[in-house]
């Protein structure tokens, strides 16, 4: 079975801290695949990141940043110089592959960015 | 691309009543959808998978006779919350796959379902 653990609840930062979001998970598979969504107070969900298990190259996108560490089974988002708008849910998800896939989601970090 | 939308984003409903929520691919063909329930400051959890033209596949502890999953093509889902309770208030989110990408889900923007 699979597993996605975000220990962190809530995290607040005054506006332009660096922030980091962690994630570890679990899986017995050998290919997966590893996503962060965005949640803002609407509700709708938004899609950050897709990696997959081969590709452990970090990735930074504008203020966003990920790293990705096989050896520690963690997939951790750093943003930098925070912004109000950042505040919002944050969710680490794993999915395996095949037709029977399904994607397991992390409780969910709340970051408030205060400004 | 691949956009997701679903229908209504918010309802109240009386308790004892049926609502059917809609969840259609604009822009895709998805033979597979997902609905998801998310209670208030939790996260996502799978209510069932639903395949076109098959059977809905439920996880366990979701109540199949309440929860009724209609997948008729390969652009729409249903999901009808019968005989609603107060306790089945909550965001309903639903997402869809392409034929064959197994790994990308897209979703819907969800909704809002009271229930009085």
């Known amino acids: 079975a699979q597993k996605v653990t975000q220990a962190q609840t809530e995290i607040s930062v005054v506006e332009k801290e660096d922030v980091t979001l962690d994630c570890v998970y679990e899986?017995?598979?050998?290919?997966?695949?590893l996503f962060w969504y965005k949640q803002p107070p609407s509700g709708e969900l938004v899609f950050l990141i897709r990696r997959n298990s081969f590709d452990e190259q970090n990735e930074i996108s504008g203020r966003y940043s990920w790293n990705f560490q096989k050896s520690t089974s963690s997939f951790n988002f750093t943003i930098t110089a925070s912004q109000v708008v950042d505040s919002a849910v944050y969710f680490c998800a794993l999915s395996e592959t095949g037709a029977n896939s399904k994607l397991t989601f992390g409780k969910g970090i709340t970051l408030s960015v205060r400004p | 691309g691949a956009v997701v939308s679903q229908h209504p984003s918010r309802v109240i409903c009386k308790s004892g009543t049926s609502v059917k929520i809609e969840c259609r691919s604009l822009?895709?063909?998805?033979?597979?959808m997902f609905w998801y329930r998310q209670f208030p400051k939790q996260s996502l959890m799978l209510m069932a998978t639903s395949n076109e033209g098959s059977k809905a596949t439920y996880e366990q502890g979701v109540e199949k006779d309440k929860f009724l999953i209609n997948h008729a093509s390969l652009t729409l889902s249903t999901l009808t919350v019968t005989s609603a309770h107060p306790e089945d208030s909550s965001f309903y989110i639903c997402s869809a796959r392409l034929a064959g990408v197994f790994y990308e889900q897209y979703f819907g923007p969800g909704t809002r379902l009271t229930v009085t």
């Open positions: 822009d895709f063909q998805a033979t597979t």
């Open positions: 899986t017995r598979d050998t290919t997966y695949y």
